[in-house]
């Protein structure tokens, strides 16, 4: 029997997960096994979901936008998926019932560490900036490493103490882009979460000076590979870390639950991935 997983959104097109899948697939020489893109439009969603096993598939991904859909949509959570109420990927337990899980910190932490293994959690506040999706995921998962102070920089001050509510962040305090020289002070660690900096968007503006010069700088934006922040940053004497990593290790977990063989992320990868982005 072919083991069929997809990555599911809309639109999806753009979507590296096949091309890491497919690459670990090969690697390890799963036989029988297929990842595919499956556009799904979101009044059609929760549908897809329910049906998975019908569809012949005994896993997916979840992208934008239905990672809050997949969520409502799903009966069984791992306990992340349950906090951030959002599920990026779906997997088929042993009594066949589907799970959701969220391994977007996980991949965020783990190329965290892969990239600047000096990193301590206990050491310095670590400063966000946006309060989307992305933010939720890092939040969460910063905490959990054992950050102890979160300050999140938000345009929407009331979109970051939002978030702090939601997710029950116990040492985490909101700050208004206004703000931004403050929260800079002391910090050991600084994530931009939002898209600017992107190819065809405007850049972080923020004045990074107050930020420690021993503070890591990473971004979640991965196109181009060293956005102006992280450039910034690296002039300034800060260590940089880029965030395609984050799309690497996210993959991981999934990929080990589906068939059973933990992938690694490698520079060959690294170089797949980039190369299918035209940027080598
Ligand atoms: P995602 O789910 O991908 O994180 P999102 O939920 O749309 O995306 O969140 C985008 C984040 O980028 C938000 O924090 C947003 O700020 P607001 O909450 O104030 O909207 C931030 N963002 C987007 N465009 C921005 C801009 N031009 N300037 C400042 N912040 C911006």
Redesign the pocket.
Known sequence: MIRKVCVMGWPVAHSRSPLIHNHWIAEHRIPDARYELLAVKPEDAAETIRHLHKLDFVGANVT?PHKETAFATLTRHDAVARRLKAVNTIVTLEDGTLEGRNTDGYGFIANLKDGAPDWRPGEGPAVM???????RAIAAALETEGVREIRIV???PE??EALIRDLGLKSAKAYS?AETTAALGGAGLLVN????GMKG??DVDIDISALPRDAIVTDIVYTPLETGLLKRARLAGHETVDGLGMLLHQAVPGFEAWFGVRPHVTDELREIVLADLGMT
Do not use: F
Not at 129 to 135: R, V
Not at 193 to 196: K, P
């Open positions: 934008v900036l946006g309060a989307g999706g992305a933010a938000n345009r929407t979109r970051a882009t979460t939002t898209t600017l968007e405007s």
